[in-house]
């Protein structure tokens, strides 16, 4: 469905200090960074991407946007909050937990990142 997502920061550093503490909460290893200074990570066929804007312009966060990471089970969910949280990501929304989906129950974790960023942990629970 998508090659890849790429957000952008104003502070790569402050961004790699946060999204590898998500990942490697997600079981994945920590952020490269390539010649531009963009971050790359890969996990269970995605990949993330973190850069400053091309244009020059400061990075903004999309209002109404989420990007959502898949969890193995709730436990990860709570590992990868927990990791954001200190990591310099804020708790948002209801706490992290258990809601009613269309599709059933599934356990949901929010959190902005240093820059604003709405990110989203999701684990479905089987039915």
């Not at 998500?22 to 066929?45: C, I, K, V, W």
């Amino acid at each position: 469905m998508f090659s890849h997502i790429m957000i952008g920061s104003n502070d790569i550093a402050r961004s790699k200090k946060f999204y590898d503490a998500l990942f490697t909460a997600m079981g994945a290893e920590p952020g490269t960074q390539d010649a531009r200074g963009r971050l790359a990570y890969s996990h269970n066929g995605g990949r993330f991407m973190v850069s400053k804007p091309i244009d020059g312009k400061p990075a903004s966060s999309a209002n109404g946007g989420t990007i959502g990471f898949m969890m193995k089970d709730a436990k990860q969910a709570e590992a990868w909050h927990k990791a954001g949280v200190a990591n310099g990501g804020t708790s948002i929304e209801d706490p992290p937990g258990v809601r009613q989906g269309a599709a059933g129950e599934l356990y949901l974790a929010y959190l902005r990142d240093p820059d604003g960023n709405k990110l989203c942990a999701l684990y479905r629970k089987p039915a």
